[in-house]
């Protein structure tokens, strides 16, 4: 595995010598952010020597490295799942790589469903807190040193201070935020209504099928770690239409204006 994520850094560093600060993974919705970027190069996943390649429709993949004012982001466009039949460890090389490359910061974001009986579609939820024991491990298997300890602490996944960036820069811009505990599950179904209920009593407050294993390697690395999830729909059961990906995709694609905003203006403050 530790070989693998090496080529893939090699690899992209025949390409490219950028050093991002922050990395950030754009969720459905997110998907065309880069245009707001000052791009210094693109790379299509597919041209990287063993990197997963999303198979899903609205996530065709690569990176777009480049600038927000200043500050040097990594920006995936599309990432892989674990129900695309990868192994976990693949789900998670993408985020490792960017911290190879030299990024400090994971930004994460995706679509979620709402399991809070107070959230609405279209409302963004700052991530707080994550439930991983639904979904495997990534760090399941042999430790590898070179990245990080074999037991991670994980009491503070999501960084306190980065929180409070969010959190500022919503109010300053005017922007609706959530906060609450995200769970990821494998999917690729959707939950049913007796799951959802399920995760309420755990405490959650969002449902998605990504993320928390990106965190978890990331934690493992290192890193600082912050995410905002759109939450597209309310979960199963919680209203009477049933969930379609074409739903989910199209409140992303309502709330992106929002998302985006919250996003570069965050990133902005990351660099100050
Ligand atoms: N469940 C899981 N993942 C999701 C959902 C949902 O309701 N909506 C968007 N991603």
């Known amino acids: 595995m530790y070989n693998k994520l090496l080529n893939c850094l090699d690899c992209v560093r025949r390409r490219t010598d950028f050093v991002p600060k922050v990395a950030l993974v754009l969720g459905s919705g997110l998907g065309d952010y880069a245009e707001t970027l000052k791009v210094e190069y693109e790379l299509p996943y597919g041209e990287i020597e063993g990197f997963p390649v999303s198979t899903v429709p609205g996530h065709a993949g690569k990176f777009i490295f480049g600038?927000?004012?200043?500050?040097?982001?990594?920006c995936m466009k599309g990432r892989?799942?674990?129900?695309?039949?990868?192994?976990?460890?693949?789900?998670v090389l993408p985020v490792r790589l960017m911290k190879l490359m030299g990024a400090e910061i994971?930004?994460?974001t995706n679509a979620a469903g709402g399991v809070n009986t107070s959230f609405h579609g279209g409302d963004l939820m700052m991530i707080k807190d994550?439930?991983?024991?639904?979904?495997?491990?990534?760090?399941i298997g042999p430790n590898i040193d070179a990245l990080g300890t074999r037991f991670p602490d994980m009491s503070n996944v999501y960084d306190k201070q980065l929180q409070a960036l969010i959190v500022k820069t919503a109010k300053e811009n005017d922007i609706f935020l959530q906060e609450g505990v995200y769970a990821q599950l494998?999917?690729?179904?959707?939950e049913s209504p007796a799951e959802i209920r399920m995760l309420r009593m755990l405490g959650c407050d969002a449902v998605g099928m990504s993320t928390v294993a990106e965190a978890i390697a990331a934690n493992h690395m290192g890193m600082r770690i912050c995410g905002i999830?759109?939450?597209?729909?309310?979960?199963?059961?919680?209203?009477?239409?049933?969930?379609?990906h074409k739903e989910v995709q199209?409140?992303?694609?309502?709330?992106?204006?929002?998302?985006?905003?919250?996003?570069?203006?965050?990133?902005?403050?990351?660099?100050?």
Request: include cysteine.
């Open 250 to 272: 199209e409140a992303a694609d309502t709330a992106a204006p929002r998302f985006k905003k919250l996003v570069t203006e965050t990133v902005r403050a990351m660099g100050k």
């Open 67 to 74: 600038y927000v004012d200043e500050v040097p982001v990594a």
């Open 186 to 190: 494998t999917g690729p179904s959707f």
């Open 80 to 91: 892989v799942h674990y129900y695309e039949g990868y192994p976990i460890s693949d789900v």
């Open 130 to 139: 994550h439930i991983s024991v639904f979904a495997p491990n990534p760090l």
């Open 229 to 244: 999830s759109c939450i597209c729909n309310l979960a199963a059961g919680m209203t009477a239409t049933p969930l379609s």
């Open 106 to 108: 994971l930004f994460l």
